[in-house]
T-cell receptor
């Protein structure tokens, strides 16, 4: 079965600094999609960024960017200029078996210190 | 657009009771999903649907049933509730295009269910 691994249960960063969250995945597919979702204390799942595996260019959304290493099956999230509102659980997810189904990692809790 | 809505937000059930979690979306999405999130864990897929009248099992379907009679609604039925079903339940939807490109899944606010 496909797996998504987030090796950092918790991370912390100072406000305005940069932090990188790690994610690795296991798939036998050649084409798939990768996502980072943010879950604040409200529990709402919010899309942060998505990456299509066939695109070599790393996705970027404002202060959020990814480092996608297809051969290494690595998909890390970089948050620049961290803000207090970035504090949340962050989940990495990958599509499974060429379908729309998502497999999620266990999450990384990010704390932003003022 | 309201997006994906879920009711109720909270519910406490006794062992053996049954209930239906409601999910609706107004984005004309053809794909809909049900996930559960246990404490300290990521989301796990329970059931999903690719369109009205078509449903399929996910990773953890035991103890649940679904139906999809309309594009907008995708209710999740719990029969004979057990403590192991205590969890937060999320409904999501996405739009699958004919080219096969995967669209982003949009999530509802979740339902916190406790079975005592």
């Amino acid at each position: 079965a496909q797996t998504v691994t987030q090796s950092q249960p918790e991370m912390s960063v100072q406000e305005a600094e940069t932090v990188t969250l790690s994610c690795t995945y296991d798939t036998s597919e050649s084409d798939y999609y990768l996502f980072w979702y943010k879950q604040p204390p409200s529990r709402q799942m919010i899309l942060v960024i998505r990456q299509e595996a066939y695109k070599q260019q790393n996705a970027t959304e404002n202060r959020f960017s990814v480092n996608f290493q297809k051969a290494a099956k690595s998909f890390s999230l970089k948050i620049s200029d961290s803000q207090l509102g970035d504090a949340a659980m962050y989940f990495c997810a990958a599509t499974q078996g060429g379908s729309e189904k998502l497999v999620f990692g266990k999450g990384t809790k990010l704390t932003v210190n003022p | 657009n309201a997006g994906v809505t879920q009711t109720p937000k909270f519910r406490i059930l006794k062992i053996g009771q049954s209930m239906t979690l409601q999910c609706a979306q107004d984005m004309n999405h053809n794909y809909m999903y049900w996930y559960r999130q246990d404490p300290g864990m990521g989301l796990k897929l329970i059931y999903y649907s690719v369109g009205a009248g078509i449903t399929d099992k996910g990773e953890v379907p035991n103890g649940y049933n679904v139906s999809r009679s309309t594009t907008e609604d995708f209710p999740l039925r719990l029969e004979l509730a057990a403590p192991s079903q205590t969890s937060v339940y999320f409904c999501a939807s996405s739009y699958e295009v004919l080219t096969g490109a995967t669209d982003t899944q949009y999530f509802g606010p979740g339902t916190r269910l406790t079975v005592l």
